[in-house]
């Protein structure tokens, strides 16, 4: 469930003009120049959270996982307030298979950011893995009540209510979901496969 290269809302607080050049050349996807400049405030100010973060979301995708997630930890250990560092350290924990730190590192993005709807679909994702699901069921609900447009909270919501057998729930999600995207034809479609209402004739 790793994003992109930059968190959506992300917030950086330093006005470093070499840092902000820096993630302006990530996000154009000139990552050799973003990569150097990273590294060169951290020669400069090896703590610095910010340049930790991002050097360590881009050294991880390009494929030096260990690094990657040493660096976001250092990060989070240099500003332990920043919720989108710990969002991406458990996108990285989740990426190598470290479930239990992954799940760890979202509790903390969402106690800092209550409102950050990608730190609870992440955590959720995270929890639904290691088989905590009346967790993971929580945290979907909050996702989605964050962002209710989005298709995939509710599809995954809706597979862990099925295999629960909490059709009541089931029925009340997928009427929510038609609410929210009534053009989606798999959310017409699952409402009314669970309450048995708006049958369609034959399949979409």
């Known amino acids: 469930d790793c994003r992109g290269p930059i968190n959506e809302g992300e917030r950086v607080n ?3 003009p070499m840092l902000l050049k820096a993630i302006a050349a990530h996000q154009a996807g000139q990552i050799a120049e ?14 610095d959270p910010d340049a ?30 920043n919720p989108h560092a710990w969002l991406n350290l458990g996108n990285m924990l989740m990426g190598v298979g470290e479930s239990e730190g992954g ?17 609870w679909f992440n955590r959720a994702t995270c929890l639904r893995r290691l088989r905590r699901l009346e967790e993971a069921i929580e945290c979907f609900k909050t996702a989605i009540s964050l962002k ?24 009340e999600l997928y009427g ?6 009534p053009d989606n034809p798999t959310a017409r479609h699952m409402y009314a496969a669970a309450a ?9």
Do not use: C
């Open 148 to 171: 209710p447009e989005h298709d995939l909270a509710y599809e995954r919501l809706g597979l862990i209510l099925y295999r629960a057998g909490k059709n009541k729930e089931l029925a």
């Open 103 to 119: 799940a760890d590192a979202y509790e903390r993005a969402t106690d800092l950011a209550p409102g950050l709807w990608q730190a």
């Open 14 to 16: 330093s006005t470093d």
């Open 196 to 204: 048995g209402e708006a049958v369609p004739d034959r399949a979409s």
């Open 52 to 81: 930790l973060n991002f050097l360590g979301m881009l050294v991880f995708q390009q494929g030096n996982q260990a690094r990657g997630v040493a660096l976001l930890q250092r990060s989070v250990k240099s500003a332990p307030a």
């Open 34 to 47: 973003a990569k150097a400049m990273y590294e060169r405030i951290l020669r400069r100010r090896a703590n």
């Open 176 to 181: 929510d979901w038609v609410k929210y995207n």
